[in-house]
């Protein structure tokens, strides 16, 4: 079975920031120049994934969620101006300067370009299928810009406040997150392209961390705006939401005792599971009724992984 987006990212970035502890990836003595540079390049190149399997989760994700919009009971051009906008010209756009990049690749643009096509003329009649080229394909890298542009296109409103928001509910702490996703962005450009850069083991630690709470916090924030325009919300429909005010969080703490499902905002403990799997399945059952995203957390209250429930 193949992974969800969410599972390849973070197995993914658990694996870069296991790697980033060990001693081949930490310098030695400053004599120790032949080990120091493999290190350094090392270092670079894992920056250069990290960053990347940020960037393909958030446009894999937007994906599934347009597809589940493509299933929404109500009419192309009742839904919101700037989704239309991204699904048509939007999406023509990107998917040209994608076949452009498939063409000097050595790869087949016609049938990239005949997709895209297809699935723009979708919105004028017969069943609707929404591109995955409307939104996140606009440039080579995914800016903060753009991820903001995306929430926008699903009617959520103040984009990266709510991204910061949702992940500090969530034990992520309150860092700006627009700021250390373009911080990010930086280290990874210099990574891939100034020989003189320096990776440190500390940076990908820390962008591990700042990654997946960016993850969770844009998952939960789109799934649910996605899955109110599916169902034809006429608030929604009608303007950008927040869509913190309203949301649940459900929690599965990793604790001595076992994992806890707790609700947010709750001490008690709804149920106490010694298997994890277990444990998750019927947290995210429990949670499915509400809607409440799930979210594991290590025991320093820290998030692991989690499930948007809204569009599973």
């Known amino acids: 079975m193949s992974l969800s987006s969410r599972e390849s990212f973070l197995r993914r970035i658990k694996t870069i920031e296991q790697a980033a502890g060990d001693a081949f990836l930490i310098d030695r003595v400053l004599t120790d120049t032949s080990h120091n540079n493999r290190a350094r390049l090392l270092r670079n190149?894992?920056?250069?994934?990290?960053?990347?399997?940020?960037?393909?989760?958030?446009?894999?994700?937007?994906?599934?969620?347009?597809?589940?919009?493509?299933?929404?009971?109500?009419?192309?051009?009742?839904?919101?101006?700037?989704?239309?906008?991204?699904?048509?010209m939007g999406a023509m756009?990107?998917?040209?300067?994608?076949?452009?990049?498939?063409?000097?690749?050595?790869?087949?643009?016609?049938?990239l370009l005949q997709e895209a096509g297809q699935h723009v003329a979708s919105t004028a009649a017969g069943a609707l299928q929404l591109s995955?080229?409307?939104?996140?394909?606009?440039?080579?890298?995914?800016?903060?810009?753009?991820?903001?542009?995306?929430?926008?296109?699903?009617?959520?409103?103040?984009?990266w406040n709510e991204i910061t928001l949702i992940a500090s509910r969530c034990g992520a702490g309150s860092m700006p997150?627009?700021?250390?996703?373009?911080?990010?962005?930086?280290?990874?450009?210099?990574?891939?392209?100034?020989?003189?850069?320096?990776t440190q083991p500390r940076d990908l630690q820390t962008f591990c961390s700042q990654a997946i709470a960016i993850a969770l916090g844009f998952d939960v924030v789109a799934s649910r705006a996605a899955r109110l325009l599916k169902e034809g919300d006429p608030t929604i429909l009608a303007a950008k939401v927040r869509v913190s005010d309203g949301l649940v969080l459900r929690f599965l703490d990793h604790e001595a005792k076992g994992c806890v499902e707790r609700k947010e905002g709750t001490a008690r403990a709804v149920k106490i599971t010694r298997d994890p799997d277990e444990a998750l399945k019927r947290a995210v059952k429990n949670a499915q009724k509400a809607y409440e995203p799930v979210v594991s957390r290590d025991a320093r209250g820290l998030p692991l992984s989690w499930v948007a429930t809204d569009v599973m």
């Open 45 to 88: 190149g894992l920056m250069v994934v990290a960053f990347t399997s940020l960037e393909d989760f958030i446009r894999a994700r937007t994906g599934d969620l347009l597809d589940a919009v493509s299933r929404t009971v109500v009419h192309f051009s009742d839904l919101p101006e700037v989704m239309k906008n991204a699904a048509t």
């Open 93 to 111: 756009k990107a998917a040209r300067m994608r076949a452009e990049m498939a063409k000097n690749a050595g790869q087949d643009p016609i049938s």
């Open 132 to 159: 995955r080229y409307s939104l996140g394909y606009s440039a080579s890298n995914v800016s903060s810009n753009e991820v903001a542009q995306i929430l926008t296109a699903f009617h959520a409103m103040d984009a």
């Open 177 to 198: 997150l627009k700021a250390a996703y373009d911080q990010a962005m930086q280290l990874r450009h210099a990574a891939a392209h100034n020989a003189d850069a320096n």
